[in-house]
């Protein structure tokens, strides 16, 4: 859970899934945040030259001034 609160319903009990990109409130079951984006994104080299992505989950209630 969360410290977001609900734009629709004023409702602070909101589910954030990571593994989704998703945040929905589950009083009214608005979706806050879909497709939650990652800042930055790297790539790193595993065994056998196989390349994989890494990232960083970025909330849109983060503070981007400081």
């Known amino acids: 859970m969360s410290s977001r609160v ?7 009990d ?3 899934d990571q593994a989704r990109g998703s945040a ?3 009083s009214c079951g608005s979706v806050l945040e879909d497709n939650i984006i990652v800042s930055e ?6 065994s056998g030259g196989v390349s994989s ?3 960083q989950f970025v909330s849109a209630d983060a ?3 400081t």
Request: net charge negative; charged share 15%.
């Open 53 to 55: 992505a890494v990232g």
């Open 63 to 65: 503070d981007l001034f």
């Open 6 to 12: 609900c734009r629709t319903c004023g409702g602070a």
């Open 24 to 26: 929905v409130c589950t």
């Open 14 to 16: 909101v589910d954030v």
């Open 41 to 46: 994104v790297q790539f790193v080299e595993g």
